[in-house]
């Protein structure tokens, strides 16, 4: 199983040599993948609903404090670094032109070495999509999967074409390919009835959040029974469901989660070190090939001897 981190986005963490200090020692400490979240502003005021938290607010956090560009960060890190894995996590497709992002992404790729992946998702918070111009946001699942088709043919075809209501285009060269063939893998994030069928449709892997309160895949049971959505979604979908890998990001672990869920089952993640590996082999018997974990820390020292302490106390027992 391979084990990621969040890397930091926004505020002081971000600033340039910080940001290369955890991701430099995330990379040595052997974490195999850093995450990279997405959000080109924050509106100051939003009505929209937050889908994981219990309240629907979102956590604003530093982001006064100044927040990167997704892209342009997961480009730096990859610059400094020469093994880690490189995750939007997620991206919002409907953020930027279709051709753009496939071009962007591309272009990481090729430089990086073959190193990114992209987590995907349709949005949620209109006040940005308005502030930035993107498509209407009601329109952002059937945005999401017209540019993801797009991003495909971009990245395949030597003679691109696409034909869609929402992004056309032909008669263009699109070079050079992704390093990865037939392009970075597609990590599709959500755990809604949508973004089940947006995966089997058009994911290499399903990339849910186990603390979504609308949703919820935060004990065994319930993630097991999500499995099984997902597998028959992509029968339904004319695809092999062997053929939809498992991946799953953890907002919270430790001994400060609650033990229980909701269902009455243990809460994934929750309790000592030994809980946590205990259920990241329970996962990775499921099927499951990659986790990511947000770790905290005021500082570079701080998140970096979180991970450390992580790597020694749970990853040692896996």
């Given at each position: 199983?391979?084990?990621?981190?969040?890397?930091?986005?926004?505020?002081?963490?971000?600033?340039?040599?910080?940001?290369?200090?955890?991701?430099?020692?995330?990379?040595?400490?052997?974490?195999?993948?850093a995450?990279?979240?997405?959000?080109?502003?924050?509106?100051?005021?939003?009505?929209?609903?937050?889908?994981?938290?219990?309240?629907?607010?979102?956590?604003?956090?530093?982001?006064?404090?100044?927040?990167?560009?997704?892209?342009?960060?997961?480009?730096?890190?990859a610059?400094?670094?020469?093994?880690l894995?490189?995750?939007t996590?997620?991206?919002?497709?409907?953020?930027?032109?279709?051709?753009?992002?496939?071009?962007?992404?591309?272009?990481?790729?090729?430089?990086?070495g073959?190193?990114?992946?992209?987590?995907?998702?349709?949005?949620?918070?209109?006040?940005?999509?308005?502030?930035?111009?993107?498509?209407?946001f009601?329109?952002?699942?059937?945005?999401?999967?017209?540019?993801?088709?797009?991003?495909?043919?971009?990245?395949?075809?030597?003679?691109?074409r696409?034909?869609?209501?929402?992004?056309?285009?032909?008669?263009?060269?699109?070079?050079?390919?992704p390093?990865?063939?037939?392009?970075?893998?597609?990590?599709?994030?959500?755990?809604?009835g949508?973004?089940?069928?947006?995966?089997?449709?058009?994911?290499?892997?399903?990339y849910?959040?186990?603390?979504?309160?609308?949703?919820?895949?935060?004990?065994?049971?319930?993630?097991?029974?999500?499995?099984?959505?997902?597998?028959?979604?992509?029968?339904?979908?004319g695809?092999?469901p062997?053929?939809?890998?498992?991946?799953?990001?953890?907002?919270?672990?430790g001994?400060?989660?609650?033990?229980?869920?909701?269902?009455?089952?243990?809460?994934?993640?929750s309790?000592?070190?030994?809980?946590?590996?205990?259920?990241?082999?329970?996962?990775?018997d499921?099927?499951?090939?990659?986790?990511?974990?947000?770790?905290?820390g005021?500082?570079?020292?701080e998140?970096?001897?979180?991970?450390?302490?992580?790597?020694?106390?749970v990853?040692?027992?896996?």
């Amino acid at each position: 199983m391979k084990i990621g981190f969040n890397a930091p986005i926004a505020g002081s963490l971000a600033q340039a040599e910080t940001l290369t200090r955890i991701c430099v020692g995330g990379e040595a400490m052997g974490f195999d993948f850093a995450t990279f979240s997405d959000h080109i502003v924050i509106p100051t005021s939003i009505n929209a609903r937050y889908p994981y938290s219990e309240t629907g607010e979102f956590p604003t956090g530093s982001a006064a404090a100044g927040r990167h560009e997704q892209l342009t960060e997961i480009a730096f890190v990859a610059a400094k670094t020469s093994r880690l894995r490189l995750v939007t996590s997620v991206m919002v497709v409907p953020h930027r032109p279709a051709v753009l992002a496939a071009k962007i992404l591309s272009t990481i790729d090729v430089l990086s070495g073959g190193r990114l992946t992209v987590g995907i998702g349709a949005g949620w918070l209109q006040e940005e999509f308005e502030a930035i111009g993107a498509a209407p946001f009601a329109a952002r699942g059937a945005v999401t999967d017209e540019y993801l088709q797009a991003f495909r043919a971009l990245w395949t075809q030597e003679d691109p074409r696409f034909a869609g209501e929402h992004v056309k285009f032909g008669g263009i060269v699109f070079a050079p390919k992704p390093v990865q063939k037939p392009g970075p893998p597609i990590w599709v994030g959500g755990e809604s009835g949508p973004a089940l069928r947006r995966t089997a449709r058009l994911g290499d892997a399903w990339y849910p959040i186990g603390t979504n309160p609308a949703h919820p895949l935060d004990s065994l049971a319930r993630y097991r029974a999500g499995i099984v959505r997902l597998r028959e979604a992509v029968a339904d979908a004319g695809r092999d469901p062997a053929s939809v890998g498992l991946v799953y990001r953890v907002a919270k672990h430790g001994e400060d989660v609650p033990r229980k869920a909701s269902d009455g089952e243990r809460r994934l993640f929750s309790g000592s070190p030994a809980d946590i590996a205990a259920d990241l082999r329970d996962l990775s018997d499921l099927g499951v090939t990659d986790v990511d974990f947000a770790f905290p820390g005021a500082t570079a020292e701080e998140m970096l001897d979180a991970m450390k302490q992580f790597r020694d106390n749970v990853v040692s027992r896996l």
